[in-house]
């Protein structure tokens, strides 16, 4: 049980275009979603909170119109990264909880390169 | 301000042996969750194990076991006779105060499991 799928895990684009990767439960509601951001052999940066139904909470430094949020079920959130770069060349990491006393189910990650 | 610390950047186990990572944490709070999760090359988050707070016994899943040390604010992960599979990222989190469910991650320790 609680499986997080995360689509695509593998992105290569141009510089300038838009880039949506979505984060599916798969086998429970989640009432909340989280997308994170990994440089090589760091640890996980938050970069905001998603809860169904109401618009994301960003943490700070997180440029809130470069990375779009919608949280449009209990089962599926998006992160668009719009008019991508290659300083947002990274491994993006989604989880997705059922609530706030439950652990956080993690999808598999997306590895976004920006040429 | 809540903090986790994990002091080894990498460790070394022989196959079949017990290995320890350290963790460390720094909260106000009575009330708290600690968690380890593990990240392989790969890129995905599994995670193993969780310890409440008020839990009087020390979690255990498997290979898996805690060694909650509340008044030293330790939350070591053990895990026993090592694997091969096992060479990976680790990563000891705790949730944040308040019912957000936010995550704080510590730094990450890499295991290397030797044939």
């Known amino acids: 049980g609680a499986v997080v799928s995360q689509h695509p895990s593998w992105v290569i684009c141009k510089s300038g275009t838009s880039v949506k990767i979505e984060c599916r439960s798969l086998?429970?509601?989640?009432?909340?979603m989280f997308w994170y951001r990994q440089f090589p052999k760091q640890s996980l940066m938050l970069m905001a909170t998603?809860?169904?139904?109401?618009?994301?909470?960003?943490e700070q430094g997180v440029e809130k119109d470069k990375f779009l949020i919608n949280h449009a079920s209990l089962t599926l959130s998006t992160l668009t990264v719009t008019s991508a770069h290659p300083e947002d060349s990274s491994f993006y990491i989604c989880s997705a909880q059922q609530g706030s006393e439950q652990p956080q189910h993690f999808g598999d990650g997306t590895r976004l390169s920006i040429l | 301000a809540q903090k986790i610390t994990q002091t080894q950047p990498g460790m070394f186990v022989q196959e079949k042996e017990a290995v320890t990572l350290d963790c460390t944490y720094d909260?106000?709070?009575?009330?708290?969750?600690l968690f380890w999760y593990k990240q392989p090359s790969s890129g995905e988050m599994i995670f193993l194990i969780y310890?409440?707070?008020?839990?009087?016994q020390n979690a255990t899943e498997g290979r898996y076991s805690l060694n909650f040390q509340k008044a030293r604010k330790s939350a070591n992960l053990v895990i026993s006779a090592s694997q091969l599979g096992d060479s990976a990222m680790y990563f000891c989190a705790m949730r944040e105060r308040g019912n957000t469910g936010k995550l704080i991650f510590g730094q990450g320790t890499t295991l290397q499991v030797k044939p």
């Open positions: 086998d429970f509601q989640a009432t909340t």
């Open positions: 310890q409440g707070s008020y839990d009087e």
């Open positions: 909260t106000s709070d009575q009330s708290y969750g």
């Open positions: 998603s809860n169904e139904g109401s618009k994301a909470t960003y």
